[in-house]
């Protein structure tokens, strides 16, 4: 099947749209990281309310990192966001693992009623 040249420029123009958009996404996962490594709790909410914030990103290194660093807030913030889903059990064990390690009751019991 052959495509017109305005067909053929609309598909260039498309790509070029999806990219700009892919490397927006991976700035605001950059910035929610270093968020939740400053545990800066305010400006991380901020970075949540934005539409392709994706809290599951990275396949749970946000949460993983927020576990590990005990910070409840933060947990908490992911947990309850509505795209929050991470469907490998792995996640949320190596999670209850970094929560229990540092003695954090509550993040442990966060991951297990989120389950």
Excluded: W
């Excluded at 807030?73 to 540092?102: M, S, W």
């Amino acid at each position: 099947m052959k495509i017109n040249e305005s067909e053929y420029n609309r598909i260039l123009e498309l790509a070029g749209q999806a990219t700009v958009i892919k490397e927006e996404v991976n700035k605001l996962q950059k910035l929610l990281i270093q968020a939740v490594d400053r545990n800066a709790v305010k400006i991380f909410t901020e970075l949540l309310k934005r539409p392709e914030a994706d809290p599951s990103g990275d396949n749970g290194y946000l949460l993983m990192l927020a576990c590990q660093n005990g910070q409840e807030e933060i947990v908490e913030l992911i947990l309850n966001h509505p795209k929050f889903f991470i469907g490998n059990t792995t996640v949320y064990k190596n999670c209850i693992d970094y929560a229990q390690r540092i003695g954090n009751d509550k993040i442990v019991k966060m991951l297990h009623d989120a389950r």
